[in-house]
């Protein structure tokens, strides 16, 4: 085998062996201090409880057999928070494919579809800086707040405090959710356990353990562009490392499991309190919280990494997973931002790949919870 085979070859190698698994949806990735409170709320947020307030053939030939078998894999390790800054694609990947010069021109990139890399593309720290790596002439605005639904009582809101980016270019955000507590009690129980002050717990009995928090340690992990986003924990170890300001947990340290027994039970149970068909829908795993890896479950260190996903369009093969919405985005400030997020690029794709990590580090700093029936009692 040539020197350059060789250095193709091992890359592939090694990247399959460190960072893909096969037919996994979610990767298996990874709030500073979530809370829970019923303090009330502004006329603002009681406004949202109605809703809206290669040089030759041979070296194409062996990249193409390299790349072959690995079409349906998608990344499970990548940790997102230690993604530097990045951008996006460039036209110099786009001239050497129709050039057919990649490899001679060291385009990498170009030569196996990624369509990542090169040097002229947008800042990924750019909110107009979409998916193919171009500016748009201006932002993306948000469809409409999905439709109140009188069959789906939102009985708890839920507010996400998001940075994105870092050091002086990060902006802060927020996401405002509402719950179908009603409809889908066991898993809207998750969705707040999960944010809320004590965390979701699943083994007490644990040496040294910590609750799950999305306020704490908690990301956006993925991204199919314009389709979907989905938000979690990406590793309970680096987050309690965090929690306790060190570089690593202690070798003692045990992740909370993935719920078991009466837990999983009752959210198997429960169906979906609707279809998948709008835009701004919240969407957990048809387990539940835990088990959004798909036919590949990872390690508890990593079992919240793709806790609930946000629909940015109309998603069919959501209800074909056996996803099941629990919830909705509430105002259009939301949905703009659920917009930006969506037209965001991702890190490199293999070919066939429709999605990736994020190139841009969106931290959840804090999550809140309000329950309805509490702030109606307090006007």
């Not at 720290?125 to 009582?153: N, T, Y």
């Not at 959501?318 to 037209?343: F, N, P, T, Y």
Request: glycine share 12%.
């Amino acid at each position: 085998m040539k020197s350059w085979e060789m250095l193709v070859f091992h890359g592939l190698a090694a990247t399959v062996m460190t960072g893909y698994s096969v037919l996994a949806f979610s990767p298996a990735h990874r709030c500073i201090s979530c809370r829970s409170s019923t303090t009330a709320l502004s006329s603002e947020r009681m406004a949202d409880v109605g809703v809206d307030s290669s040089n030759g053939d041979s070296r194409r030939s062996f990249l193409s057999k390299s790349l072959s078998a690995l079409p349906y894999m998608i990344p499970v390790s990548a940790n997102a928070a230690s993604v530097p800054v990045q951008r996006a694609v460039g036209s110099a990947e786009v001239k050497c494919r129709e050039e057919g010069n990649c490899l001679e021109k060291l385009e990498l990139d170009g030569a196996v579809g990624w369509n990542w890399g090169g040097t002229e593309r947008c800042d990924a720290g750019d909110p107009l800086c979409g998916p193919d790596g171009r500016l748009r002439e201006e932002a993306l605005s948000g469809q409409p707040v999905p439709a109140k639904d009188p069959d789906l009582e939102i009985t708890d809101l839920v507010e996400l405090t998001l940075t994105i980016g870092t050091g002086s270019n990060a902006d802060t955000q927020t996401m405002k959710m509402g719950l179908y507590g009603k409809t889908c009690p066991a898993l809207v129980r998750e969705m707040t356990d999960m944010c809320g002050r004590t965390g979701l717990v699943t083994s007490k009995n644990l040496l040294l353990g910590a609750p799950v928090r999305l306020g704490e340690g908690g990301s956006m992990t993925y991204i199919i562009p314009e389709e979907r986003l989905e938000f979690g924990v990406s590793s309970q170890k680096v987050a309690y490392a965090k929690s306790i300001r060190r570089a690593k947990a202690p070798d003692e340290f045990v992740p909370q499991s993935r719920p078991g027994g009466e837990r999983l039970e009752l959210a198997r149970g429960e169906k979906s309190g609707r279809k998948h068909d709008v835009a701004g829908l919240i969407s957990l795993p048809k387990d539940g919280i835990g088990y959004g890896g798909g036919l590949v479950l990872g390690k508890d260190d990593e079992a919240f990494a793709g806790a609930f996903q946000i629909t940015a369009t109309s998603v069919s093969d959501m209800d074909k997973e056996g996803r099941k919405v629990v919830g909705q985005l509430i105002d259009s400030q939301s949905m703009d931002l659920l917009a930006r997020l969506a037209g965001s690029p991702t890190r490199k794709m293999l070919p066939g790949q429709n999605g990736g990590t994020p190139l841009i580090k969106v931290t959840v700093d804090d999550c809140s919870i309000y329950s309805v029936a509490d702030l109606i009692a307090k006007e």
